[in-house]
């Protein structure tokens, strides 16, 4: 299953958005891969999809899948940057977030210690 927010709900007359990327397990085998766009102190959902799985990492290629369409949603005058946890770290992947010039946060796990 997918989804996407009306188009109406994607305008901001905005600079700059972040994508807030999450992905969660949602009932049994399943889990849910999400985008949102945050501008103005909160965050809208934009995007997602529900598919079958263990509770093990989503697959880039699921990923880039899922997140091509997104890119062709963003306004090209709109300056866009990625966000999202270790699950979303893999190398295709950041390097197809920078083929677009998008920069991209990674949050470390709580548990790690900086130096």
Not at 52 to 69: H, I, N
């Amino acid at each position: 299953m997918v989804g996407t927010a009306g188009e109406g709900d994607c305008q901001t007359d905005t600079a700059a958005v972040a994508l807030v990327i999450d992905s969660r397990k949602v009932g049994f085998n399943h889990h849910l891969l999400s985008v949102g766009m945050a501008f103005k102190k909160c965050t809208r959902p934009l995007a997602w999809s529900v598919y079958q799985g263990r509770k093990e990492q989503s697959r880039v290629d699921k990923q880039l899948a899922f997140f091509k369409p997104v890119a062709n949603m963003m306004p090209s005058a709109v300056e866009i940057s990625g966000v999202g946890d270790t699950e979303f770290q893999s190398v295709r992947l950041l390097r197809w977030f920078g083929s677009l010039n998008w920069p991209f946060i990674i949050r470390p796990q709580g548990k790690i210690t900086m130096l």
